[in-house]
């Protein structure tokens, strides 16, 4: 994961490709399993550095994330058992945990850190509209728990269902439809306020 694209938003908003069936490939995976398990590095680790990039402030942390996150789940793997849980969900809980652990007492979680590569990348005008339109959407999301912010991230960014999302944050799949709706509603309205 070595290249880096010039434009964060670009790694922020690409689509996970994954391509091989979660149930084939956990059939198919045993420890020491390296062929396997570089199936499911190439399908996730597009997935799980973006979230990192999402939550940490640059793309050699990031990867540092990544590896450290594919390391833990090498290590892991015996011990998951699949519940109907995606594999997806469970590397960014140990992302999560990593972060959570390693950057706690940094002040590094500046979170949502495309805006801000952004805003240092202005070379021309247009940039200084588009950078302009994704401060107002930062501000709008910073007025989100920080539970509301990934509820978001990994449902329309990633592409996860509710249900994946609530395994994920370790909660009821209503709490997260209900917060999902209120994170929305705050949005729109923070939205409006700003174009006021």
């Known amino acids: 994961m070595t290249e880096h ?15 091989m069936s979660e149930i084939d490939l956990l059939q198919r995976i045993q420890p020491g399993d390296t062929k396997t398990f570089r199936e499911l590095y190439d399908a996730y680790a597009p ?16 990867e540092d994330l990544t590896a450290e996150t594919f390391l833990r789940a090498w290590q892991a793997i015996s011990s998951f058992q699949w519940r109907g849980t995606s594999i997806g969900a469970w590397l960014l809980r140990i992302t999560h945990n990593l972060i959570v652990d390693k950057y706690r007492r940094k002040q590094d979680l500046l979170g949502w850190l495309p805006w801000r590569h952004a805003r240092e990348e202005r070379q021309f005008e247009h940039q200084f509209e588009r ?20 509820i978001i991230y990994l449902h329309f960014f990633e592409g ?7 395994e994920f944050m370790k909660k009821s ?15 729109r309205e923070a ?4 174009d006021a």
Not at 173 to 187: H, I, S, T
Request: no cysteine; net charge positive; aromatic share 10%.
């Open 5 to 19: 694209k010039n434009n964060t938003w670009d790694v922020f908003l690409a689509q996970p490709e994954i391509p």
């Open 173 to 187: 799949p209503n709490a997260v439809r209900v917060a999902q709706f209120r994170a929305l509603r705050r949005l």
């Open 191 to 194: 939205l409006q306020h700003a």
């Open 160 to 166: 996860y269902t509710l249900t994946e999302v609530a």
């Open 47 to 62: 997935v799980v550095y973006r979230y990192a990039m999402v939550r940490i402030s640059t793309p050699q942390d990031a």
């Open 131 to 150: 950078i302009e339109q994704q401060d107002v959407i930062k501000r709008a999301f910073e007025t989100l728990s920080y539970n509301e912010q990934m």
